[in-house]
């Protein structure tokens, strides 16, 4: 089993950047796809990022893409996520998640362990 804890949420203005930390245990998860994808109110869960295990590939969301990045540190089993120029429209819940394939790396189905998720709120 994975366990992933999400932190670095919180609440910013429109513009300013914010980092969220994935922190992965029970397992290693340096041969693991590695995603975010968040989830406004009332609104279906949508992709965000993803990134390969070796770090090599990664896959952005139009919405996000230029203003996020995602990295991971496998020595220390985690998976960062910065965002830059944050738009009120970014206001989610924040999960991190852990795939065994890239096949689907942009669906939600295609991964296996979910975080709890964090609160990131933008305000206008």
């Known amino acids: 089993q994975v366990q992933l804890v999400e932190s670095g949420g919180g609440l910013v203005q429109a513009g300013d950047s914010l980092r969220l930390s994935c922190a992965a245990s029970g397992r290693t998860v340096r041969t693991y796809v590695m995603g975010w994808f968040r989830q406004a109110r009332g609104k279906e869960r949508e992709f965000v990022v993803a990134?390969?295990?070796?770090?090599?590939?990664?896959y952005y969301a139009d919405s996000v893409k230029g203003r996020f990045t995602i990295s991971r540190d496998n020595a220390k089993n985690s998976v960062d996520l910065q965002m830059n120029s944050l738009k009120p429209e970014d206001t989610a819940v924040y999960y991190c998640?852990?795939?065994?394939?890239?096949?689907?790396?942009?669906?939600?189905?295609?991964?296996?362990?979910w975080g709890q998720g964090t609160q990131v709120t933008v305000s206008s």
């Open positions: 998640a852990a795939s065994v394939t890239l096949r689907r790396a942009t669906n939600s189905e295609g991964y296996d362990y």
């Open positions: 990134i390969s295990a070796s770090g090599s590939t990664t």
